[in-house]
T-cell receptor, first 116, second 114 residues
Framework: GAVVSQHPSRVICKSGTSVKIECRSL??????MFWYRQFPKQSLMLMAT?????????EQGVEKDKFLINHASLTLSTLTVTSAHPEDSSFYIC????????????FGPGTRLTVL | KNQVEQSPQSLIILEGKNCTLQ??????????LRWYKQDTGRGPVSLTI?????NTKSNGRYTATLDADTKQSSLHITASQLSDSASYIC?????????????FGKGTRLHILP
């Protein structure tokens, strides 16, 4: 149980285009989903926290107009990287916290974004 | 300042050997400490989670310890296997009513040689 999926697993796009990444909790409902970015050989960096039905809370330094987060249901959150540039190339990982509560988070497998 | 420090930064050992990874933290108020394994190009997978009252927890060949007084944790891997090659991340949570602040360590990169 407690599986989180991400789609796509890998995406290559041209500079200036927008890319949407989906994060789904497959066998549980999640009140809260988290979006992280990870550069090579670095730790995960929290970008934003999203709660179902409300606006996401962004970490300092993360542009909310560039990284649009939608958490429309208890099983789906999306991250849209708008007008992507090569410096946005990174590994994006989501995690989900079950509705049942508690501190545990379950991570998705990640999405590798490459912007040419 | 809430911080999580891991050591060593990287470690190379031979297959079959044991190893211990360290995690020191200055997080308050402490809620829980988790160890994750992250394979290259994958999301982290939970190994153990410990609260304040727990001082050891095992998951197969992985054994985590927690000393809440000294704010130290260790992850011991027994009889290492090639598949143990990965980054191991220590994550500490500070619990604020109905929410928590999650602090990630930078990880230890473990390489198992045949």
């Amino acid at each position: 149980g407690a599986v989180v999926s991400q789609h796509p697993s890998r995406v290559i796009c041209k500079s200036g285009t927008s890319v949407k990444i989906e994060c789904r909790s497959l066998d549980f409902q999640a009140t809260t989903m988290f979006w992280y970015r990870q550069f090579p050989k670095q730790s995960l960096m929290l970008m934003a926290t999203s709660n179902e039905g409300s606006k996401a809370t962004y970490e300092q330094g993360v542009e909310k107009d560039k990284f649009l987060i939608n958490h429309a249901s208890l099983t789906l959150s999306t991250l849209t990287v708008t007008s992507a540039h090569p410096e946005d190339s990174s590994f994006y990982i989501c995690s989900a916290r079950p509705l049942a509560g508690g501190p545990e988070q379950f991570f998705g497998p990640g999405t590798r974004l490459t912007v040419l | 300042k809430n911080q999580v420090e891991q050591s060593p930064q990287s470690l190379i050992i031979l297959e079959g050997k044991n190893c211990t990874l360290q995690c020191n933290y200055t997080v308050s108020p402490f809620s829980n400490l988790r160890w994750y394994k992250q394979d290259t190009g994958r999301g982290p997978v939970s190994l153990t989670i410990m609260t304040f009252s727990e001082n050891t927890k095992s998951n197969g060949r992985y054994t985590a310890t927690l000393d809440a007084d000294t704010k130290q944790s260790s992850l011991h891997i027994t009889a290492s296997q090639l598949s143990d090659s990965a980054s191991y991340i220590c994550v500490v949570s500070a619990w604020y009513y109905r929410d928590d602040k999650i602090i990630f360590g930078k990880g230890t990169r473990l390489h198992i040689l045949p």
